[in-house]
């Protein structure tokens, strides 16, 4: 079992770069699939990217593909989401968790950062 605590979070403008830490306690850390999600003030929760145990595979929602860079350490137990070109459609609560197999699907993860604000103002 894994308990995962997001950081980094903040308020940036349009266009700067934010990198989200997701340092995890507990035992097992290599053994999970780790996700970045986020949710919108009146938005459902959405996946945003997804990297497997060994770190080799990765998975991008279409909307921050090519912005958006997962990574982890597992020496370091943690997970990373590096934000490059940051939009105000950015803006939410970002989320880290983690599975026991790499996954897009909020449902397939079993534990759950509380949580970090981002905020891009225009």
């Known amino acids: 079992q894994v308990q995962p605590a997001e950081s980094g979070g903040g308020l940036v403008q349009a266009g700067d770069s934010l990198r989200l830490s997701c340092a995890t306690s507990?035992?097992?850390?290599?053994?999970?699939?780790m996700g970045w999600f986020r949710q919108a003030p009146g938005k459902e929760r959405e996946f945003v990217a997804a990297i497997s145990v060994s770190g080799g595979n990765t998975y991008y929602a279409d909307s921050v593909k090519g912005r958006f860079t997962i990574s982890r350490d597992n020496a370091k137990n943690t997970v990373y989401l590096q934000m490059n070109s940051v939009k105000p459609e950015d803006t939410a609560v970002y989320y880290c968790?983690?599975?026991?197999?790499?996954?897009?699907?909020?449902?397939?993860?079993?534990?759950w950062g509380q949580g970090s604000q981002v905020t891009v103002s225009s």
């Open positions: 968790a983690a599975a026991t197999g790499i996954n897009r699907s909020a449902n397939a993860y079993l534990y």
């Open positions: 507990g035992r097992g850390f290599s053994s999970y699939a």
